[in-house]
């Protein structure tokens, strides 16, 4: 069954909620309140209190299926559980799994992941080139939405994002690429299904990005923990400060065992301090967009 | 606990068995014998059945987990009898995962993957540089291994990693990088406990990767239905013909189904099939190597 289109869905929550918020929902075993039970298992009630506590001011959730896969099957059962829960809340769910591989391992990715879990959109590496993002290109045509890597959020994304070839930087050539990719999956936003990775970390090439791919949103992660603030990330949105969610998940999920809220918040007040942090997130940003 | 170094392990077991072959263990729902029951649960016989075929005449095991992955829950589970199968068949396990994320979510991956799953060692992406496989590095310095992705065996593989920076083509950039996280790790064979994917369908590119680091040791995909012959891999060998392991999937675990083999086999001859496709590649590559 065909959705409606994954960029026109993702911006119109984004409006509802006057939140360009991306929650970011990567549970470590260790730092759950022990009161919720056992890893994978606690998971699921975890998230689903931060989803219920957070829903009102984010636009859309991103699910890291690593810290899930790592606990083998029951890890995959709280997955699927956890990304329910997301969208039965109304959230676009993007399953941050950064796959990427030859075209029949790509379908059976997609047949898993965008088929057959509740999963609106996810993250794909561009490594392999055009052949190896078909199937995810396909499931664009029916509503759903990926996010290629372009310029990661971390340090080391220098190491080959940046090299220069014909005096482009690859994570610019990347964005061209996934630009034509994209070009016959326009919404009614102007938005394509097919967006980019712009790490919030790396402003000045998330700027390039922009200029480059006017028409691609992106999805913008290293907020709050890894260290960006909200005058980094300004330059990803367009004039009516629209094109990009900002993804973060420790400063919202874990901000009850932040440094500052560690008096503030008890363990039992997990959720009331994702809620604090995803509000005061919301209008950090809101301040310095365009248009809001 | 430390395991014997990863290079070591995996050339004595080509040694031992004469053979470079890597049988890649992708079992696809829609092929597999009727009689073995409903998947993901019935990949769990056939891979049995087919490693204890061809395991003397073969090297190693790849398991491509998305065709596990794609079933959720029960195929992660399946996946884990899978890789524990070939393993205590004396296989060195080579999960093809593709995986690449920040140190953080990196570090869950190695957990789960190399930690936790009965696995040698996996494939990586290399797209987000040096921070994202130092999780996985520390595992080698522990028997572990890993393969990142220098030049695919996809057509589109040009897309991005043959564009050339500073006079370099990107895949020999990662080549240089995986060179300089590799060379504390050296086996008493003089190979890297981190090696490289070289596609067999490139064998020019397979040459310059080569030369580039002859030290570390090559996964090489794209053998057989992926239309690679014999000659075309030579080049990823030393002068004692080792170096690398080529792997093969549907061409040995889908012999039965080949047009050829159609009227030779019956379908409950799967495993049959899959030895004599083993022996023959086998034999096929012994015919071009050197030193054999």
Not at 151 to 175: C, I, M, W
Not at 218 to 239: E, M, N, T
């Amino acid at each position: 069954v065909a959705e409606r289109h994954f960029a026109d869905r993702l911006f119109e929550s984004a409006a509802k909620k006057n939140s360009v918020v991306c929650v970011g929902l990567d549970p470590r075993a260790e730092w759950l309140p022990a009161s919720l039970g056992k890893p994978p298992e606690s998971f699921v009630p975890f998230c689903a209190a931060i989803v219920a506590a957070v829903k009102s001011y984010v636009a859309a959730a991103k699910v890291q299926v690593a810290f899930f896969e790592e606990h083998g099957a029951p890890g995959w059962a709280a997955f699927e559980k956890v990304c329910g829960q997301a969208r039965d809340a109304g959230l676009p769910v993007i399953a941050d799994v950064k796959r990427g591989d030859i075209s029949e391992t790509a379908e059976a990715y997609a047949r898993g992941l965008l088929d057959r879990m509740p999963v609106d959109a996810l993250t794909v590496s561009p490594y392999l080139g055009a052949d190896s993002v078909q199937p995810f290109l396909e499931r664009c045509r029916r509503g759903k939405g990926m996010f290629v890597l372009a310029k990661t959020s971390n340090r080391s994304s220098s190491d080959f994002q940046d090299l220069e070839a014909g005096g482009l930087p690859l994570y610019l050539h990347v964005a061209r690429k996934v630009r034509a990719w994209g070009k016959e999956l326009l919404g009614e936003s102007g938005y394509s299904a097919v967006g980019l990775v712009a790490g919030a970390t790396h402003p000045q090439q998330a700027a390039r990005l922009r200029a480059e791919a006017p028409d691609l949103p992106f999805l913008v992660p290293g907020y709050g923990a890894q260290g960006a603030s909200a005058g980094d990330i300004a330059a990803c949105f367009d004039r009516a400060g629209r094109g990009a969610i900002v993804n973060a998940s420790r400063s919202i999920i874990f901000a009850y065992r932040g440094a500052r809220a560690a008096s503030k918040y008890k363990e039992s007040e997990f959720a009331r301090a994702a809620e604090d942090a995803a509000r005061s997130m919301r209008d950090e940003i809101r301040a310095v967009l365009p248009g809001r």
